[in-house]
Structure formats: C-alpha cells, structure tokens
C-alpha cells in the first residue's frame, strides 16, 4: 500500500543528515563572523585611546 507520495517523502534519517551537513557548512561561517566582528569592535574601542595618546 506505498502511495506515490510515500515514496518521494524523506525518512527522518535523510532529513537529519541534511540538517548535519548544513550546520556543518554553517558552523564555520558563523565563527568568522564573530571573530571579524570582535576584531571591529576592538579596532573602534582603540581609535579614541590613540587620539588621546597622540594629542
């Protein structure tokens, strides 16, 4: 009794497999991101204390 929609619809081992390889690919870009945006915020905290050195 195998509809056709049975058989196109995704086991929930295929869908948690694509849900592990996208967060796989995703993980990555997520920590860049928060690195460079760690590195901008740093890089805004030190512009006055140079100023203020310089002056």
Do not use: D, Y
């Not at 086991?11 to 460079?36: C, D, N, Q, W, Y």
């Not at 204390?49 to 310089?54: I, K, N, Y």
């Amino acid at each position: 009794m195998n509809s056709p929609w049975r058989r196109r619809a995704l086991t929930l081992l295929e869908l948690l497999a694509v849900i592990a390889i996208l967060s796989g690919l995703a993980i990555p870009v997520f920590g860049r991101m928060k690195r460079h945006a760690n590195q901008t915020a740093c890089l805004s905290n030190l512009r006055p204390v140079a100023a203020a050195m310089l002056s």
